[in-house]
């Protein structure tokens, strides 16, 4: 009813239009109004009991991260400092070590080679041999005899060491034929000789009776194995017939003339054995 009411009124408008009449006063109807709702009333953002605790959490989680900064950045001036006083500390020591160096003394050439000349002389003259010496026990003097496969031996009594029951004797690998091992004596290590091996080293002795004795020779521990022992004797010098050079037997001292056997010279047997040779100097 109201559309065909609007209708018929536009119309006539442009009817009136086209005859340029006086146009009437279109007759309006009043817009029906929509009803009002109800308004609500806005509740405050605050007041979500949601919002408020995420809030909570939220400026709780600033907080913290507020003072872990705070002490990152604590630390970083620390280390800052101490990276500062240590580059100071090592920048005044290298200061100071650097202004305490003593240029070093040159020593002039004349006075360096005196002293060359010197040691050379001192060097040479230690590793010359010594000039071969008879041993000089006096005119009267007591000797130990003693037996080795059937050959007699004497050594001065003030150049023995000692005697030793021969006991166990353990080998050592690459070791001279005429060295048997070593003895063990109170915790000593005594070096044990094949006495009839290093006096006779072309002879077999494969059929010797085993050796009893062990002869000490001065303070080393070097000892000449033996089968018997044929007690001490006083001799006289003039029982003795003295060698006078070194000759092929630097070992040999003398023969005891009414015994036929040799007398030790026990300094030079003990350089023999120390440089690892026999009788022979093999």
């Keep these: 009813m109201r559309e065909s009411t609007q209708y018929r009124t536009m119309d006539d408008y442009f009817h009136a239009l086209l005859l340029e009449e006086p146009l ?86 004349s006075v360096v080679e005196p002293e060359v000349a010197v040691q050379t002389t001192l060097v040479e003259s230690a590793a010359a041999p010594t000039a071969w010496r008879n041993i000089e026990p006096g005119h009267e003097f007591q000797a130990l005899f003693f037996e080795v496969a059937g050959v007699m031996f004497a050594v001065p009594l003030t150049e023995l060491g000692g005697i030793h029951r021969l006991g166990e004797v353990t080998s050592l690998f690459g070791q001279a034929p005429w060295f048997r091992g070593i003895m063990t004596q109170r915790e000593k290590k005594l070096s044990v000789v094949d006495t009839a091996q290093w006096v006779m080293p072309d002879e077999d002795h494969s059929a010797l009776a085993p050796y009893q004795y062990l002869i000490m020779l001065g303070d080393s521990s070097w000892g000449l194995s033996c089968h018997h022992l044929k007690g001490t004797e006083k001799l006289r010098s003039d029982q003795i017939k ?33 440089r690892g040779v026999n009788i022979d100097g093999r």
């Design 242 to 274: 003295w060698r006078h050079q070194e000759g092929k037997r630097p070992w040999l001292a003398g023969m005891v003339k009414d015994k036929r056997c040799a007398l030790l010279h026990v300094h030079e047997l003990l350089r023999l054995l120390d």
């Design 24 to 109: 009437p006063e279109p007759e309006l109807q009043p817009l029906p109004q929509p009803a009002a709702e109800p308004l609500l009333a806005a509740r405050p953002y605050l007041e979500e009991p949601s919002r408020i605790e995420r809030l909570s959490d939220l400026l709780a989680q600033v907080g913290q991260v507020q003072d872990e900064m705070e002490v990152i950045a604590h630390q970083e001036v620390e280390a800052f400092n101490i990276d500062v006083a240590t580059t100071i500390a090592v920048t005044e020591t290298q200061a100071v070590v650097e202004s305490t160096v003593v240029e070093p003394e040159v020593v002039p050439a």
